[in-house]
Nanobody
Framework: QVQLVESGGGSVQAGGSLRLSCVAS????????MAWFRQAPGKEREGVAL???????THVDSVEGRFTVSKDNAQNIVYLQMNSLKPEDTAIYYC????????????????????WGQGTQVTVSS
């Protein structure tokens, strides 16, 4: 079992920045993939960024160059630094994890992730 707790969401104006945090606890010693997803009203949950145990990362094209995923292994925290935010980034952001293999950009990627946080709301106004 893995427990995930997100924080750091809020309301910002376009062009602003936020940093999301996800604290993992429980069985975090296995070879886990840590990912961020988001879901806007009326839309499917989509993958945003992924970080693997070796530190390699993947970002979806729509956030490439603006968002950065990172982690603190010692404290089991995964971060999502979000810069140059746009109104279309408005969504509930979720932290999720699964065992390898690590998938983010495949169809229905969210369905492969077993453990989820409760989500944190990000609202970007124009």
């Amino acid at each position: 079992q893995v427990q995930l707790v997100e924080s750091g969401g809020g309301s910002v104006q376009a062009g602003g920045s936020l940093r999301l945090s996800c604290v993992a606890s429980g069985n975090t010693d296995s070879d886990l993939c840590m990912a961020w997803f988001r879901q806007a009203p009326g839309k499917e949950r989509e993958g945003v960024a992924l970080i693997e145990r070796d530190g390699s990362t993947t970002h979806v094209d729509s956030v490439e160059g603006r968002f950065t995923v990172s982690k603190d292994n010692a404290q089991n925290i995964v971060y999502l630094q979000m810069n140059s935010l746009k109104p279309e980034d408005t969504a509930i952001y979720y932290c999720a994890t699964k065992s390898r293999p690590c998938w983010l950009l495949v169809p229905k990627a969210a369905s492969y992730y077993k453990y989820w946080g409760q989500g944190t709301q990000v609202t970007v106004s124009s």
